[in-house]
């Protein structure tokens, strides 16, 4: 007989449904036979990272024989400087992907119970299958987090809350007070991370200021990157702000040498440079309302988000949808694997020639598409539409 390897493996590894990311732009030109494709499906800053960090990462690739500083003080130093916690309560990692993994690591074994909104970001689910813990997964409400139910679903066996903030794939945030009325409600024992991988990008005066709790002295760790604002998505660096005995905890399960220099460098130098933040909300926001302005003309609806992407329902099956626009130069992400109807789409905002571009491309692929009934995808799908 043959050996099967996946009857070999640990059963909850096996549970593990695989991350599917955005199709890399390389990838579709040489499928396609086509050039000058464009990106809308992972949420990156399309502005490029800072001339100060390309700066950064020129000086350091002399000194690629060696090895990282595997504690990453200097970024450290430097995010303490920014953040205003001592850098012992910050600890870095490759990208905030591995700081969610470290998380389970420490909290989430066989019996726990983790807590996530459903539908969020698919690594928090695949991190707690990992470690063989169980998830628990709450519904949104109207797109959003719902806290109260969160809350709800917390057992004796709860060890770790996730609160997606804004979430990804909606785009919605949860309030001040909102968050504020779950931390009461919890025993104090459950660690609640905020994963803010998007809060640069939030206008709304309720954002939740989690520091804030940190500070009070609650048990919550909250989760930066620079893969979006910072624009260094490619070189994989993120960080978490908690305790100065959860940092060290987390330390303890995190491999050495973890964020590689040029990451730490080019993070280090990115930070100085506040005119590329600004720019960066700047386009967002003039994209974003561009968006809103033509997809509402198109008699579309359009999910509204505090994040540099947002959810459209084209009402048209989304993945023929998604394979025309990718034959026109525009990959898009179709988010039928988060869960939700099979007609939505989420899109990340470009600079204002690629958005032009891709509402021409959306208008083509709408015009040659039969568009479904009002509610049919929504039908088919968990999430009900409001
Ligand atoms: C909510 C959320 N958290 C974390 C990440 C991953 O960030 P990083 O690139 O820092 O690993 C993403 C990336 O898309 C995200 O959407």
Redesign the pocket.
């Known amino acids: 007989m043959p050996v099967v390897l996946k009857d070999l493996i640990k059963e909850n590894v096996s549970r593990v449904a695989p991350y599917v990311p955005g199709r890399p732009i390389e990838l579709v030109e040489q499928e396609l036979g086509i050039k000058h494709v464009l990106k809308f499906a992972?949420?990156e800053n399309p502005l490029g990272p800072s001339p100060l960090a390309i700066k950064a990462l020129s000086e350091n690739a002399k000194q690629l024989n060696r090895y990282p500083d595997s504690s990453s003080y200097f970024l450290r130093k430097r995010l303490s400087k920014h953040i205003g916690f001592p850098m012992e309560q910050i600890i870095v990692?490759?990208?905030?992907?591995?700081?969610?993994e470290l998380i389970c690591h420490l909290f989430a074994g066989a019996g726990d119970e983790v807590v996530v909104g459903d539908p969020?970001?698919p690594?928090y689910k695949i991190a707690i299958d990992l470690m063989g813990a169980t998830p628990v997964l709450v519904p949104l409400k109207d797109y959003r987090f719902d806290m109260a139910a969160m809350a709800k679903a917390v057992t004796p066996k709860t060890t770790v809350v996730f609160v997606?903030n804004?979430?990804?794939?909606t785009g919605t945030i949860v309030t001040e007070a909102e968050v504020r009325e779950f931390m009461d409600g919890i025993p104090e024992k459950v660690v609640v991370v905020f994963?803010?991988?998007?809060c640069e990008y939030v206008k709304n005066p309720d954002y939740p200021d989690t520091f804030k709790l940190l500070r009070e002295g609650r048990l919550v760790i909250s989760?930066?990157?620079?893969?979006?604002i910072y624009a260094l998505?490619g070189l994989?660096?993120?960080y978490g702000v908690a305790s100065e005995e959860m940092v060290f905890l987390l330390n303890t399960v995190r491999l050495p040498f973890n964020v590689t220099s040029a990451a730490q460098v080019a993070a280090e130098a990115s930070l100085d440079d506040e005119e590329q933040v600004t720019r960066s909300i700047r386009v967002n926001s003039e994209g974003m309302a561009f968006f809103k302005e033509k997809l509402t003309e198109l008699g579309l609806t359009m999910i509204d988000s505090e994040?540099n992407f947002f959810l459209v329902d084209l009402g048209v099956d989304c993945k023929a949808a998604s394979r025309e626009l990718e034959k026109r130069g525009l990959i898009v992400r179709p988010v039928g694997p988060f869960g939700l109807p099979d007609t939505f789409v989420r899109i990340s905002v470009g600079i204002r020639e690629e958005n032009e571009r891709l509402l021409e491309g959306l208008k083509e692929v709408l015009a040659g598409t039969k568009r479904k009934k009002k509610g049919e995808s929504a039908r088919e799908a968990r999430l009900q539409m409001p």
């Open positions: 992972s949420n990692g490759n990208g905030s992907n591995e700081l969610i969020s970001f690594m997606c804004p979430n990804n794939p994963d803010e991988a998007y989760l930066r990157t620079f893969s979006k998505a994989r660096v993120g994040a």
